[in-house]
């Protein structure tokens, strides 16, 4: 069964950092690119970075600079370090990954930021 566990959510003030984290299990977790989406209330879900296979990254504009994402292939975990968090930042974050063209998504975690 695969299973994809959000955590680190929280709220937060603009200016501060927060690092969410993506366990992984059911899947051959190195061998998949790795996404984080998030949806703000009342907008579409938008992807924020991915990380491949071999650690190529990839950030929407609005957070490049900002956001770090990173893969902990020992620990089946993937990461997105958010810095200089803005409240434009506040959606629900998502992890994804597709096997085989079949996606799986996490149940999210909440990210506020307070201006």
């Known amino acids: 069964q695969v299973q994809l566990v959000e955590s680190g959510g929280g709220l937060v003030q603009a200016g501060d950092s927060l690092r969410v984290s993506c366990e992984v299990t059911g899947i051959l977790f190195s061998s998949n690119t790795m996404t984080w989406y998030r949806e703000a209330p009342g907008k579409r879900r938008e992807l924020v970075a991915d990380?491949?296979?071999?650690?190529?990254?990839y950030y929407t504009a609005s957070v490049r600079g900002r956001f770090t994402i990173s893969r902990d292939n020992a620990k089946n975990t993937l990461y997105l370090q958010m810095n200089s968090l803005k409240p434009e930042d506040t959606a629900v974050y998502y992890c994804?990954?597709?096997?085989?063209?079949?996606?799986?998504w996490g149940q999210g975690t909440q990210v506020t930021v307070s201006s």
């Open positions: 990380i491949s296979v071999g650690g190529d990254t």
């Open positions: 994804y990954t597709d096997v085989g063209g079949y996606p799986y």
